[in-house]
């Protein structure tokens, strides 16, 4: 059983601000990133500012700026970031490749992580009905290497001992130990557990679109900024636990977890960027102040 407590709890609380420019913020995202704010301001830290940019296909610089002004609007203040530089950048994680291609090489060369050529329609039709709607299926392990194989998973027959790294052309898939709980106390949600296996399954950690996937960008950032608390929407509590893997594999610390709960539209439904109507910038130009957007009421 694994249950990091936060190891860096002595140090000074540095948070981070980390969204997707995919679409306009909404009044989810101004609920946890104020509650983000406040935390460090309480523990007399600071937070950072990460673009979250690596998917190309979905992300576009007009989201960039306008998450940066919207999130200024709120009255929200970060010390390092994409506007501002800072030690620790580049802060946008296109810039950051470099970083993801040494954890995925050290994730091959300890044979963790396996190549996996199953589309998301064969993964999606073995794995049957989701058990959870909000996040992926678990994998049914069709690529996963057999017991008794080569100990060195991910390396692929062909490829040189020590050549250039080549994690394209394919899925890379983290191998979870099965039947393994994972716990941590998250520091609003309280105690958590999720079985490796059940919960989630074997998870990629690079797209065969050669995008490094935001499980391990995020593990990878997280660590080299120095982050002591991560607050996010609860809808990330199973990616907690796929990161709080990633963290050991890669003998990184693990910071301390904060999951918001989530701002639902009159009907129930968790917003997302589609819900432009509940967007910062719609609610702003119709006179609402920073101060109720900040409290994410409906
Ligand atoms: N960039 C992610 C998102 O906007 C959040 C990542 C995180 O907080 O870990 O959904
Ligand atoms: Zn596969």
Redesign the pocket.
């Known amino acids: 059983m694994i249950d990091p407590s936060p190891t860096n709890s002595s140090s000074v609380y540095r948070g981070r601000l980390?969204?997707?420019p995919t679409g306009l913020l909404h009044l989810g995202h101004a609920r946890t990133f104020w509650i983000a704010a406040e935390r460090a301001a309480t523990h007399g830290g600071q937070v950072i500012f990460r673009n979250?940019d690596l998917d190309a296909q979905r992300c576009r610089p007009e989201f960039v700026q306008a998450m940066l002004e919207d999130l200024r609007w709120l009255g929200i203040k970060w010390v390092e970031g994409p506007d501002c530089g800072g030690p620790a950048g580049p802060y946008q994680q296109s810039e950051r490749r470099g970083h993801y291609l040494e954890a995925w090489e050290k994730l091959r060369d300890l044979g963790m992580i396996y190549p996996c050529t199953c589309s998301r329609k064969d993964v999606t039709q073995a794995a049957g009905a989701p058990n959870d709607l909000d996040d992926e299926p678990v994998y049914p392990g069709k690529c996963r290497p057999k017991p008794g194989g080569d100990s060195r998973l991910g390396r692929p027959a062909t490829a040189e001992p020590s050549g250039a790294p080549a994690p394209a052309g394919l899925n890379w898939r983290f191998q979870v130990p099965d039947g393994e709980e994972i716990t941590f106390t998250d520091l609003y949600l309280g105690k958590q557990r999720m079985v490796a296996g059940r919960d989630f399954g074997d998870f990629i950690v690079w797209r065969r679109d050669d995008v490094p996937a935001y499980q391990l960008a995020?593990v990878v950032d997280d660590a080299a900024m120095g982050i002591t608390e991560?607050v996010?929407g609860a809808d990330?509590l199973k990616s907690t636990a796929r990161q709080i893997l990633l963290f050991r594999a890669l003998g990184l610390a693990v910071p301390g977890y904060h999951h918001c709960d989530l701002v639902r539209d009159e009907n129930g439904v968790r917003l997302a960027k589609r819900h432009d109507s509940l967007s910062i910038r719609k609610l702003r130009e119709l006179g609402w102040t920073a101060e109720q957007v900040r409290a994410g009421k409906t």
Request: hydrophobic share 50%.
């Open positions: 980390a969204p997707s979250e995020v991560v996010r990330l």
